[in-house]
């Protein structure tokens, strides 16, 4: 039984790196940077890009595309970007796809421990400083080239509505109060939603443009993955409300792009 006086915390993070450090992945230089006598297209470590979130009346919408690129070719067709945190949140991650999967894989996990070991659920804001920390935690691969930047975004059951935070490579948190997308493609999916976007749309809605904004960024960011009908495969979407984290079903995401395509 792991007694937390030991500690002096219910840091989930702190814990591990104290008792099990080999656990975590705490690279060198050497260990990320090309050897002088490798050729530097060896090195190349996926990426994973465009995820965005979008308030609408009930809650809020997040979304990723699953494509992974490395360097020039696609590394992985398939990968998440968007995982559900607890039950009011979810972490949309975007940047070097090792680091991005693991940090959003411990950030549940924190979570969760958290939740268990206090015996009471974690706000949203606490989530947030929580999830800031892990972002400062990366600064040593950050630096290295291996950045991570998480999007996160629940419905906060305090203030009735759905919140989106963003973070900076060295952990700064920053509130977005309507929507936001990073990532390569994160640019021209931010200009889609501001043309369409208005308050208190409803779900409908915002489903639609956060299927048309990334469509937008596939069709201008090369690393960006847009629908693939042939092989389907299709962009995941979540919602949070008070009800809970939802995965929209990719029956209705793809009924959604063919819907959209369209109307071209």
Known sequence: ML????????????????RYPELLTTLNASDVVPNPHVPESSFRPYEGTTVLA???????VMAGDRQATEGYQVGERRIQKVYPV?????????????????????????VEFYEKTEGVNLSLEGQANFLSHLVRA?????????IVLPL??????????????????IGGRYEEGDYYAIGSGGKDARSTIKKRYTPQINRQDALEIVVEALWDAADEDIAT???????NIFPILYTVTEDGVTEVPEATVEALYREFIARL
């Not at 607890?86 to 924190?110: N, T, W, Y």
Request: hydrophobic residues 45%; charged residues 25%; aromatic residues 10%.
């Open 138 to 146: 990366n600064l040593g691969l950050a630096m290295q080239g291996l």
């Open 225 to 231: 993955g847009g629908p693939d009908l042939i092989r």
């Open 86 to 110: 607890d039950r009011h949140s979810a972490i949309a991650v975007a940047g070097a796809a090792g680091p991005c999967i693991e940090m959003a894989k411990l950030f549940q996990v924190e």
């Open 3 to 18: 007694d937390l006086s030991d500690y002096g915390t219910s840091d989930f993070f702190q814990i591990l790196k104290r």
């Open 54 to 60: 979008v308030v609408y009346d009930a809650g809020v």
């Open 152 to 169: 996160f975004a629940g419905y906060d059951v305090k203030r009735q509505r759905g919140r989106i935070f963003k973070y900076d490579a």
